[in-house]
Nanobody, 124 residues
Framework: QVQLVESGGGLVQAGGSLNLSCAAS????????VAWFRQAPGKEREFVAL???????TYAVSVKGRFTISRDNAKNTVYLQMNSLKPEDTAVYYC??????????????????WGQGTQVTVSS
């Protein structure tokens, strides 16, 4: 079992930055790949970024070059540094882990563990 807690969301103006954190607990939490998803009102949950247990990284096209995912295994924490934020980045951001081998990484339905989410609002 893995527990995930996000923090770092808030209100920021367009062009600004936020750094989200995802603190994981559980005996084997550092052995999981961890992903960030986001969900805007009325929209499906969408993939943002993923970092494997070995540090391999994948980004959604919409955030590549603006967002940076990283992890500190000693602290069991994954970060999402978000720069050059746009109003369309406004959403609840979730971290997740425990991807099933039968699902692709970008499919939110394949993940077993989810945090409670943190709201990010970007004003224009």
């Amino acid at each position: 079992q893995v527990q995930l807690v996000e923090s770092g969301g808030g209100l920021v103006q367009a062009g600004g930055s936020l750094n989200l954190s995802c603190a994981a607990s559980g005996r084997t939490s550092s052995s999981y790949a961890v992903a960030w998803f986001r969900q805007a009102p009325g929209k499906e949950r969408e993939f943002v970024a993923l970092i494997s247990r070995y540090g391999s990284i994948t980004y959604a096209v919409s955030v590549k070059g603006r967002f940076t995912i990283s992890r500190d295994n000693a602290k069991n924490t994954v970060y999402l540094q978000m720069n050059s934020l746009k109003p369309e980045d406004t959403a609840v951001y979730y971290c997740t882990a425990g991807l099933s081998p039968s699902h692709v990484y970008s499919d939110h339905r394949g993940y077993a563990y989810w945090g409670q989410g943190t709201q990010v609002t970007v004003s224009s």
